[in-house]
């Protein structure tokens, strides 16, 4: 199968590849996918006054998938959380002009952003709860 | 060294220019129709077909009269598994295969038993070998046929035919063997195994597309198929159509040849495959070899690089041409049946890569072949969240993972 020139460039030079500690109240994490699905996405970002300051992807899939999240990684950077949520898995179809088959990578970006954001509201909630416990 | 590199040669192989030569009259000079009886076109044409029948029947412990020659091993494992299914259905309508099979036994399988036949698909153990004891229980009065096949395309496994063909025989069912990854790579003896069905194909063999051949025993026994496909009655009316006279020329050259070079060819791609292994496991952690170890086709390597997919892995090496058990292509997204077969994770399978050697593989671009690979799975790894967590010392079964 061809691939389109932006995922060939996501996938032979992605952005963002690595990881922030995970325990950081500051950082939110996203894992989604399944091994046996044959795609596993981490993205995380980092939170500074409802604001993505910065984002790390680490992908296990096809070249699609890398491109993806290494896309989403790009976008989320400098928006905020509102703004972030409301990346739909439609945008980066059309981005990296993915054919049909590859869509459920686009759908499994999309999750991992939200996955991301979830993670990093639910650790405020507990960071602002736990001092008053 | 020429890139991009071909390391497929289970999917299928180059026509060798010496087969090229040899078929080239047979378009231009000898075209007559082998079936014409009445002028020189036809006899020609059918004094080259019959040598070739001759040969090809001759090579694997038969003989020519007993080849019914096909468009393909497709065909000839549909003629073999329906055309016995439907000539002795009287005796009973029970087939036994295995999963690991082609697509081209068991979808003929399958159909049969929409056709209320009834199917037994043996189990296989995690090398891909069947036990010889669960066939000769499975085995019962309505058992008409055996399918299993010599050497598996995908995880180059082979079948102790011997040993079936003495328990098919001894229980007087059919034995067919899908050998189209065997014929030419390994030596093939009907008689020693008392093979009943056989087939093969060309294009894995240095020969023409579009050509192979069923071996139909003709005694001890006699065995009978219904026709598949009607008409001008060639092929002792198992298979109509005209012969494909370039082509059956073309398949005997290719067999002459694979024959002639066997021993050395063997040894050869077997050194080239080993050290291809070799290489890949002194550098990189977390490979997994699947098919046997040993028990296997000379060409055929069959790995998984743990924590990579393997699409990704191809598209980092897309200078060599090899075969992905994922199946992320595919609109089902489900790795390969075969790998799952054998109880291999789907995550090991989304992680599996094929590699064919042949007769014009070269150790020069093995070692190219090696580097690239173990480049792309240290890239990929980088980048892989599961190498990540594997090297935290997470256990991964353990994860909760939203599968999608």
């Known amino acids: 199968m061809a691939y389109s020139e932006k995922v060939i460039d996501h996938y032979n030079d992605p952005r963002n590849v690595g990881s922030f500690t995970k325990n950081d109240d500051q950082v939110g994490t996203g894992l989604v996918g399944a091994p046996e699905c044959g795609d596993v996405m981490k993205l995380q970002i980092k939170v500074e006054d409802e604001k993505i300051v910065d984002a790390k992807f680490k992908t296990f899939g096809c070249g699609s998938a890398i491109a993806s999240s290494s896309l989403a990684t790009e976008w989320v950077k400098g928006k905020t959380l509102d703004e972030a949520l409301a990346i739909q898995n439609t945008e980066i179809v059309k981005e990296l002009s993915l054919p049909p088959v590859k869509i459920h990578c686009s759908v499994l970006a999309e999750d991992a952003i939200k996955a991301a954001i979830k993670d990093y509201r639910k650790r405020q909630d507990i960071a602002i709860e736990s001092p008053a416990a | ?404």
């Not at chain 2, 995908?154 to 102790?160: A, Q, V």
């Open chain 2, 1 to 404: 060294m020429k890139l991009p590199i071909y390391l497929d040669y289970n999917a299928t192989t180059p026509t060798d220019p010496r087969v090229v030569e040899t078929m080239m009259p047979y378009f231009t000079q000898t075209y007559g129709n082998a079936a014409s009886r009445n002028h020189q076109f036809g006899w020609e044409a059918e004094k080259a077909v019959e040598k070739a029948r001759d040969l090809l029947g001759e090579t694997i412990g038969g003989s020519g009269r007993e080849i019914v020659l096909t468009s393909g091993a497709t065909e000839s494992n549909n003629l073999a598994i329906l055309g016995a299914a439907d000539f002795y259905k009287d005796k009973g309508r029970h087939i036994i295969t295995s999963p690991i099979e082609h697509k081209a036994v068991i979808d003929p399988c399958q159909a049969l038993e929409q056709r209320g036949y009834e199917v037994t698909f043996l189990d296989v153990d995690a090398d891909g070998c069947i036990s010889l004891e669960q066939l000769e229980k499975s085995i019962r009065p309505d058992t008409v046929l055996v399918s299993l096949m010599a050497g598996n395309n995908e995880i180059g496994t082979l079948s102790p035919l011997e040993e079936i063909g003495k328990i098919t025989r001894k229980n007087g069912v059919l034995f067919h063997t899908d050998a189209t990854q065997a014929v030419g790579k390994i030596p093939v003896d009907v008689e020693r195994m008392n093979i009943d069905l056989l087939s093969c194909t060309a294009h894995k063999m240095y020969g023409p597309k579009g050509m192979g051949a069923l071996y139909v025993r003709r005694k001890k026994p006699r065995v009978r198929l219904s026709p598949i496909m009607f008409g001008g009655g060639h092929e002792r009316g198992m298979r109509s159509g005209t012969l494909n006279v370039p082509g059956i020329v073309g398949f005997a050259k290719a067999l002459e040849l694979c024959r002639d070079e066997m021993e050395s060819e063997a040894e050869r791609q077997t050194a080239l495959r080993e050290r291809l292994h070799k290489r890949l496991r002194a550098a990189l952690d977390h490979i997994k070899l699947n098919g046997h170890p040993t028990q296997r086709l000379p060409n055929n390597l069959n790995v998984s690089f743990g924590y990579v997919e393997g699409e990704s892995l191809i598209m980092g090496t897309s200078d060599i041409a090899v075969s992905s058990g994922s199946a992320c292509t595919s609109a089902s997204l489900e790795p390969s049946y075969v790998l799952r077969a054998l109880g291999i994770g789907d995550d090991l399978a989304h992680s599996s890569i094929r590699f064919g050697v042949g007769r014009f593989t070269t150790e020069e671009e093995i070692d190219y072949t090696a580097d690239k690979m173990i480049f792309a799975v240290k890239r990929l790894r980088e980048m892989s969240p599961l190498y990540e967590m594997a090297q935290e010392g997470i256990d991964l079964s353990t994860v909760e993972w939203t599968p999608h």
